[in-house]
């Protein structure tokens, strides 16, 4: 430093001599005196500074380790947490999957040693080495998406600094959710390749009545509706793929007209149970062949949706596209995409009204944000998928914080009786959604830490806890 002290122009020397204008002198950093022989033999002093503090970055981390552990609640809740050698740890969530932990143990010590803070370097080199070349898809990417989140996680913590920040800033104070009713009933629980099983928690829920009792009956929806109102929220969803006789010829037949008129019961019902001043989708789960959907979106249209979601498979996204151009009811599509690659052609051809990643699996919440911001390019909203615990759901939070084009985010998790318990928030009491928005604060991080106590009383049995 002292060396190139003569090149220095005149104003940085001041600079340095003085800090920061306009600090305190009781933030000023200590000054360094030093002798320097002048042209003419003699000597004189010059007192520098250290860079300020505000220039002065945290101490550099490494990984240590990381582990996993399981909550089996309506699905795999699969949490990841990544350790780090300042004492700090950051835990993220992924999107079930068969084989989900067996990955991440695999990918983990991939990790170690390596600065948690180049959160997307680490990414985009797990992207390749799970895949040799960088694979756009696959259950890679479920677990990526944990990795990625436990990260931000961490160095935020390390730093002080909440995730939100990382991604460009918040744009709002707090994130409109939107409540999954599912077909008026979601009190169920999924194995990772979607068997059904009943774990201890849903027996003692279902206290010996079957599940979905009635389900598909106009009255179950409307008092799904009512119920969902008076908890606050001003956004909801229902199925109707649920009311079609399911013989996996779905695709292709003619919807009958008894099942079209179920539909617009079911949904005619929903909306008078919730009212005109609520917003309401519904979702078709990709049951449908394009000539169908379009029957269905003009059977709905007279409802006022919010959104048609999922009408025909995923795989041609020219098959929603071809709906969304009609202009009938606006269409939702997405979750089941990776990276930008797989969002690219469904954004860039105006294929839906609004595009709805999972940031448990779509790549991680810099790649949900950058999802974002190409559909707003587009004119396309942005709605992200989340069947998330909490802590994932706040994840998906902090990344709709940050994007103008946000509409609302889901929850899924309303008849999982133990889902608020298993978070706390150090600086917002009571539960995790309040009147149907989540309050998004400036605590490190995520701005939340795994109840441990509450989510170990659910642990997958056979799963590993965080060892």
Not at 225 to 232: H, L, N, P, S, T
Request: aromatic share 8%; charged share 20%.
């Amino acid at each position: 430093m002292m060396r190139h002290t003569r090149a220095w122009p005149d104003a940085i020397r001041h600079r340095l001599s003085t800090g920061r204008e306009g600090l305190p002198a009781s933030h000023q950093p200590a000054a360094i005196t030093a002798v320097r022989s002048s042209a003419s033999g003699t000597s004189r002093s010059l007192t520098t500074h250290p860079p300020p503090h505000w220039f002065q970055s945290p101490t550099i981390m490494k990984i240590t380790h990381g582990n996993t552990a399981v909550v089996e609640a309506n699905y795999d809740y699969t949490y990841v947490r990544i350790h780090a050698d300042n004492g700090q740890y950051g835990t993220g969530e992924c999107f079930f999957a068969p084989g989900l932990t067996t990955a991440l143990h695999e990918m983990l010590p991939l990790l170690e040693g390596k600065d948690p803070r180049e959160v997307d370097r680490l990414c985009r080199f797990l992207w390749r080495k799970g895949s040799g070349a960088g694979a756009v898809a696959g259950y890679l990417y479920n677990a990526i998406s944990g990795i990625e989140a436990a990260l931000w996680d961490l160095v935020g913590k390390s730093w002080g600094v909440p995730c939100w920040q990382f991604l460009g800033g918040k744009v709002r104070d707090e994130v409109r959710i939107y409540v999954d009713c599912h077909a008026g009933d979601n009190i169920e629980s999924w194995g990772p390749m979607l068997d059904a099983r009943e774990p201890q928690w849903l027996q003692d829920a279902l206290a010996g009545r079957p599940q979905h009792e009635e389900r598909y009956e106009p009255e179950m929806y409307f008092n799904r509706a009512r119920q969902m109102v008076a908890a606050g929220f001003d956004a909801m969803k229902f199925d109707i793929d649920s009311i079609v006789v399911l013989t996996g010829e779905e695709l292709n037949r003619p919807l009958t007209r008894a099942e079209m008129d179920k539909m617009a019961a079911c949904v005619a019902a929903a909306r008078e149970g919730a009212g005109d001043q609520v917003d309401l989708a519904v979702d078709c789960h990709w049951r449908f062949a394009p000539t169908e959907a379009i029957r269905i979106a003009r059977a709905l249209a007279p409802y006022n949706l919010l959104w048609l979601e999922d009408p025909c498979p995923p795989e041609n996204f020219r098959d929603v596209a071809e709906i969304r151009a009609l202009g009938i009811v606006p269409i939702l599509t997405g979750e089941n995409l990776n990276r930008r690659h797989g969002f690219w052609d469904l954004i860039t051809h105006r294929g839906c009204d609004l595009v709805a990643p999972d940031i448990q699996k779509c790549a991680g919440m810099l790649e949900g944000k950058r999802i974002g911001e190409l559909a707003e390019m587009q004119g396309i909203r942005f709605a992200p998928h989340n069947i998330a615990s909490p802590l994932g759901t706040m994840a998906s939070a902090h990344v709709c914080a940050t994007l103008p084009n946000f509409v609302a985010l889901e929850f899924h998790g309303s008849d999982v009786p133990f889902w608020n318990d298993l978070i706390t928030r150090p600086d917002v009491p009571g539960p995790v959604i309040q009147k149907g928005r989540i309050p998004i604060t400036c605590a490190p991080g995520l701005g939340c830490e795994l109840n441990e106590a509450v989510a170990r009383q659910y642990a997958k049995p056979g799963e590993p806890w965080f060892v």
